[in-house]
């Protein structure tokens, strides 16, 4: 691992425009530099570089960031790859902390696997291309399916040998080890009789790489001349330290490329859909290999672009069993359209019956948004019964809850209003009241997590709760749960059966409109918060007393941040603003560690574009009661503005809890309840105080 110290130097010395300058033409524009986006097809100059800041942007798609950030996304490395291509171009010395010995074994068992791998991915291709039987039955095969040479060169494909441990032999023939053969998955050792065979013998191979190109894993497909009576034609290498089936997807390597430049990936479900795609000549396209479509896999997507095509053949089990992905997809913030061809028809089928240019233009011209095909197929099975009608509304209401992007959910809402002929406002009013339960099956699930870690035990969470929870608005974009729509028959009742044949037939009545408004507003106090411990988390805000030895000692930023947190039980809504109070918290106490730089230049480019946005935030926080004074810089105000911020941040949360509970009282059960009423009035009215006590403190605010 590359030290601190070093990353340190990497980072003072990377200048955005000896960086940029290198892929890309720059002219002066005022204090700043463009040119022509490296990341898109740009016609006209979009893509802006700041020296003050550091930074670059593309105004047109979007891309951009820290030197590293860039590197990281123009040459596809990783975070530590991208910080070595960065230490070679300054002639700096990377230094790597010394591993303990764990992380040795570790490191060495993995460089191990990968190296077997690599010999086998060779020999699979050696056994198919220069044998007999190799030639007569798996080329052959490839190629009956109509696939060229060079599609088969293109993939490594291969093929192991009818013989029960051929390659087991040929391993070990070759000095591997034979642990490192089993732990591969490439053989199996029968525990009873101590015999081992091969994986995957007598199959063609399909090897899968990594996005950076190496081997991890294979698929082995049985011949058609064995497929008779056969349930699984196909066999994965099983999970290993270096191969995990929910976080590859097959062609990313031979993609990435041309989804970047595309600004689109379409996703398959097989080896040789992706195949047949890239001998029709589209080659931005991976294929989940028959699993489930994971939050993991979505990520990997995530990492070139926003933009993707689910393509489905024509079976409708099909369709409907995909609709869990469809609703991953969108809640990860994807832009989501499908393409279905025509009954019968895979990927692979279809290129075998049409032209390149054919195929090509299908695409391009059958290509639906999510919302019109899956409101149209849902309309076809409901048939105007309203009882299915309500069901199947509720299931397209499902999808849009976990929508992040505010604009964008708002936006589909319009699409699917105009779409089923009902009330706007009816379905905003259900989405909101599906995201609601969600944030409140959440926050069960966090109590019985307190409760349990308190009692010494772990809460799992519940079916029900599980499958409810989502993000709440978009900043928890960058979170890794991901919500999963129920089936039909789960989905929770937001519009009833009435409601909905009432809004279909134009007589919907007055519904209360959703709270996203609210949502984001308090997500924006705090980000405030947030911005202060990206700007200012390590610097020393006051001195206090230590409990401990009575003596006066610093207390930084992000201390007194996590402190008053604490002392009211509260914790940060977003997943995006936790990990970074986290994060902060581990080094703020390393020597040199500053905030801005470690968060600007963060692994994760969800987190560094927050940061970077937060840290150049034109409307500085230096500028509250100014009142036309001359205001001293930040850093020399933070006794001053971070407990204003806090307190700012917890009235939002008290005024929240406020409307909460008029909501409650207005509900006719509630009203009807005369216990639970005097009760919530109580609570409103405690809550009332607080509210007074804070807006007090905060000193321009009359609580009424």
């Not at 705090?526 to 390590?538: F, T």
């Amino acid at each position: 691992m590359i030290d601190r110290l070093t990353v340190d130097k990497i980072l003072d010395a990377a200048n955005i425009v000896d960086v940029v300058s290198d892929f890309v033409t720059l002219k002066r524009a005022g204090a700043n530099l463009k040119g022509l986006c490296p990341f898109h097809d740009d016609r006209t100059p979009s893509f802006m570089v700041s020296p003050s800041k550091n930074i670059c942007k593309c105004f047109a798609c979007g891309k951009g960031g820290t030197p590293v950030h860039f590197i990281m996304e123009h040459e596809q490395l990783s975070y530590p790859d991208a910080l070595r291509y960065l230490a070679k171009k300054y002639h700096i010395e990377v230094k790597e902390r010394e591993q303990t010995d764990e992380e040795k074994a570790e490191q060495s068992e993995r460089e191990s696997l990968f190296a077997v791998n690599e010999w086998a991915n060779e020999w699979f291709q050696a056994q198919m291309n220069d044998t007999v039987d190799g030639r007569a039955i798996g080329l052959a095969y490839f190629r009956q399916r109509g696939f060229r040479d060079d599609i088969i060169k293109k993939f490594q494909l291969g093929f192991c040998p009818d013989k029960f441990d051929a390659q087991w032999q040929a391993g070990i023939a070759a000095g591997y080890n034979g642990d490192y053969l089993l732990k591969t998955g490439l053989c199996i050792r029968n525990d009873q009789s101590g015999k081992t065979y091969d994986r995957f013998r007598n199959r063609v191979i399909f090897p899968i790489h990594t996005v950076s190109g190496k081997v991890v894993g294979f698929g082995g497909r049985v011949l058609d001349s064995r497929t008779k009576g056969v349930q699984v034609k196909y066999q994965n290498s099983p999970e290993s330290s270096i191969y995990s089936k929910k976080r590859e997807l097959y062609g990313l390597y031979l993609a990435k490329q041309a989804i970047v430049k595309n600004e689109l990936c379409y996703l398959v479900e097989g080896y040789t859909d992706v195949m047949a795609m890239h001998q029709m000549g589209v080659e931005n396209v991976v294929a989940s290999s028959g699993t489930a479509l994971t939050a993991e896999q979505i990520h990997a997507i995530h990492r070139f672009t926003e933009n993707i095509v689910v393509i489905y053949d024509g079976d409708a089990a099909g369709i409907k069993a995909s609709q869990r992905g469809i609703d991953l997809l969108l809640a990860e913030g994807m832009n989501v359209k499908l393409l279905l061809l025509p009954d019968g028809d895979d990927p692979d089928s279809f290129a075998r019956k049409h032209t390149s240019t054919e195929y090509q233009e299908y695409l391009r011209e059958h290509q639906v948004d999510f919302i019109h095909f899956k409101t149209d197929l849902l309309l076809q099975e409901a048939q105007n019964d309203p009882i299915k009608l309500s069901r199947l509304v509720n299931n397209i209401v499902q999808s849009l809850s976990v929508i992040p992007d505010d604009i964008t959910r708002t936006f589909y809402i319009k699409e699917t209003a105009h779409t089923l002929d009902m009330d706007e406002r009816l379905i905003t009013s259900a989405v909101a009241k599906v995201r609601k339960q969600q944030r409140e099956d959440r926050q069960k699930q966090k109590e019985r997590e307190r409760l349990s870690a308190e009692r010494g035990g772990a809460a799992a969470p519940s079916g029900a709760e599980s499958q409810a929870s989502g993000p709440v608005d978009g900043a928890e974009a960058g979170g890794s749960q991901v919500s999963v729509a129920p089936e039909d028959d789960e989905v929770p009742e937001a519009l009833s059966v009435d409601e909905i044949t009432r809004a279909r037939n134009g007589n919907s009545t007055q519904s209360q409109l959703s709270t996203t408004k609210n949502d984001l507003q308090f997500l924006q106090t705090e980000a405030l918060l947030v911005q202060m411990i990206v700007r200012h988390g390590e610097k020393v805000m006051c001195d206090v007393e230590d409990e401990e030895t009575g003596a006066e000692r610093p207390m930084t930023v992000v201390e007194y941040i996590q402190y008053a947190l604490e002392a009211d039980e509260l914790q940060l809504r977003s997943p995006l603003h936790r990990q970074i109070l986290t994060e902060a918290l581990e080094h703020y106490r390393e020597e040199g560690f500053r905030c801005d730089r470690y968060f600007e230049n963060h692994p994760d480019i969800a987190v560094s574009n927050l940061a970077n946005e937060l840290a150049h935030d034109p409307e500085t926080l230096s500028k509250i009661h100014s009142k036309g004074a001359v205001v001293k810089p930040e850093e020399e105000r933070l006794l001053e503005l971070v407990p204003h911020v806090m307190t700012d941040y917890k009235l939002a949360i008290v005024d929240e809890s406020l409307r909460n509970i008029m909501l409650e009282l207005r509900k006719p059960e509630t009203m009807a309840d005369k216990e639970l009423s005097t009760s919530l009035l109580k609570r409103y009215q405690e809550m009332k105080q607080v509210q007074r006590d804070l807006g007090k403190q905060c000193g321009d605010r009359v609580i009424q």
